[in-house]
């Protein structure tokens, strides 16, 4: 497996990014697998770029939904999206069980490289700066390469519980050490 070697940053979307955007999701949707993680960045049409960027992060909690943050890791070198994390600042009831704080995702092409692990670690410093100091992640049983990118940031395995017919393990990491 190739590493990642530390070439890429979290942004905020722009319209400066509007074709790294276009060009990451395309690939994405047409990759036909149930993987769209983090589901910020599906629940708006990007082809309304505008609408997309002005309604891709909630300000003020409302409808069950919370605050959140959402960045794009950017491989500087290439210029490309390799993937998107969505940070909610705070859990209500439905978070803490399934969840979590982050939902992380890599594009297809670019998978098994290390980047998921990278995301999530650039991820949790953007969560000290929200003032959280400890992050739920949660994932599918079956998931080995999120399993594997949470273990590597510090998670620890706090339970597993059953939704809808799947296993989903929940992880705390610990941020205030």
């Not at 590493?3 to 942004?11: A, F, P, Q, W």
């Not at 697998?33 to 589901?39: F, G, K, T, V």
């Not at 309604?55 to 070198?77: H, Q, R, Y």
């Not at 939902?103 to 969560?127: F, M």
């Amino acid at each position: 497996m190739q590493k990642v070697k530390g070439t890429i940053e979290l942004v905020k979307l722009s319209n400066a990014y509007q074709k790294q955007l276009e060009d990451m999701l395309k690939e994405w949707i047409n990759h036909n697998d149930e993987n769209h993680s983090p589901w910020a960045i599906f629940k708006n049409d990007y082809h309304d770029f505008d609408y997309y960027l002005e309604n891709l992060e909630l300000k003020e909690a409302k409808n069950g939904k919370v605050p959140d943050s959402t960045f794009f890791a950017l491989d500087i070198e290439r210029n490309i999206f390799v993937g998107a994390i969505n940070i909610r600042h705070y859990l209500n009831e439905r978070l803490l069980l399934n969840g979590g704080h982050i939902g992380d995702g890599v594009r297809p092409s670019e998978r098994r490289k290390g980047y998921a692990t990278e995301i999530i670690r650039l991820g949790l410093i953007e969560c000290k700066k929200l003032g959280i100091t400890k992050v739920l992640m949660v994932c599918d049983k079956d998931n080995i390469g999120s399993r594997k990118s949470i273990l590597n940031n510090g998670g620890v395995l706090e339970n597993e519980i059953e939704v809808d017919g799947e296993i989903e393990q929940r992880y705390w990491i610990d941020l205030s050490k």
